[in-house]
């Protein structure tokens, strides 16, 4: 297939406590210097904090996440772009065009917006911020969001340079 390098989504395995392919790729986008213990150790850790949470909120709301995981997989569909601007060079002027993004751009960009506001926050140990940022994100607020409500109203701000797209 074109634009494939890697085979690293047939080779990704699935984390060991959830068995969730999307967790142990961003497991993997945050580990450090390949040390995959300490980040899966950060991980759960910050799993079992917004469980903690979860069971001291107990919210009435029928469509509300009930487990750490499906948190998780909230705040990833809360973060995730739609479209995004890229600079185009036309007639010596450039334009910022308001272009769809792919699938696995969507997700390299949520997963590294999450792990920046994450790591912007000094002073706390990380698993303590990656679980503030995953349960804000989740309900729609974070800084995580707040760089995807920027990049949405920067297209929607530059939609009249959209027929230069194609």
């Known amino acids: 297939m074109a634009g494939r390098i890697t085979k690293s989504e047939e080779q990704l395995k699935p984390d060991p ?3 969730d392919k999307v967790l142990a790729k961003f497991i993997n986008c945050f580990m450090k ?3 995959k213990a300490v980040a899966q150790r950060v991980m759960y850790d910050a799993l079992d904090r917004i469980e903690a949470k979860l069971k001291k909120e107990k919210s009435t709301d029928d469509d ?3 487990t750490s ?3 998780f997989h909230k705040a990833l569909e809360n973060v995730r772009p739609n479209v995004e601007v890229r600079s185009k060079r036309v007639g010596g002027a450039n334009y910022q065009v308001p272009m ?3 699938a696995r751009r969507r997700q390299s960009l949520t997963f590294r917006w999450i792990i920046v506001a994450c790591r912007a926050e000094k002073g706390k140990p990380f698993a303590q911020c990656l679980a503030k940022e995953l349960w804000d ?5 974070g800084k995580a969001v707040n760089t ?3 990049t949405h109203r920067m297209a929607e701000a530059n939609k009249a340079f959209s027929h ?3």
């Open 100 to 102: 769809p993004v792919n």
């Open 148 to 150: 995807r409500e920027q």
């Open 64 to 66: 509300a996440p009930k």
């Open 69 to 71: 995981i499906d948190i």
């Open 17 to 19: 406590k959830f068995g």
């Open 33 to 35: 210097d390949g040390k």
């Open 164 to 166: 230069f797209a194609f």
């Open 137 to 141: 994100a989740s309900k729609g607020e």
